[in-house]
């Protein structure tokens, strides 16, 4: 009988410590993100990305939002060896508020450092860096 009992307790607690760990794993795991950079006038003669510096891993979405009035895009400068921007080293012109330029991280980003500005307004200080971080999900 008391054998019975502990193979019982056993099974039940070798059970639930099991569906613990597994649930405990799946909360610590990083999920992808949308990371956002507002494209904004300043003043007639001054532009930012906001934030200029962002940080990414792969699997996330980079998301660039047209807040200010005048045309704003993206183009990645001087991208780490081994990444493969060609399509999207120049993004299309963001004209309406609202209106996003959605990148997903992928394997065309190498981990690394992408320069990036906006091309009419890099002179008025519209510039950024991405960083590329190792993937850290499992």
Not at 33 to 61: H, I, L, Q
Not at 81 to 110: C, M, N, W
Not at 115 to 131: A, D, I, K, S
Request: proline share 8%; charged share 25%; aromatic share 8%.
């Amino acid at each position: 009988m008391r054998k019975r009992l502990l193979m019982t307790l056993v099974a039940t607690f070798g059970v639930a410590g099991a569906a613990w760990t597994g649930e405990a794993s799946a909360q610590s795991v990083e999920k992808p993100r949308v990371v956002e950079v507002k494209m904004v006038d300043k003043s007639p003669t001054s532009f930012a990305f906001e934030p200029a510096n962002v940080t990414v891993r792969p699997g996330d979405v980079l998301r660039f939002r047209q807040i200010g009035a005048m045309p704003h895009n993206v183009e990645f400068r001087e991208p780490p060896e081994g990444a493969e921007l060609d399509s999207i080293r120049v993004g299309p012109f963001l004209v309406t508020k609202g209106q996003v330029y959605e990148l997903t991280i992928d394997e065309r980003f190498v981990v690394g450092q992408y320069p990036f500005v906006c091309t009419p307004h890099e002179q008025m200080g519209m510039t950024g860096l991405l960083e590329v971080k190792p993937e850290t999900r499992k």
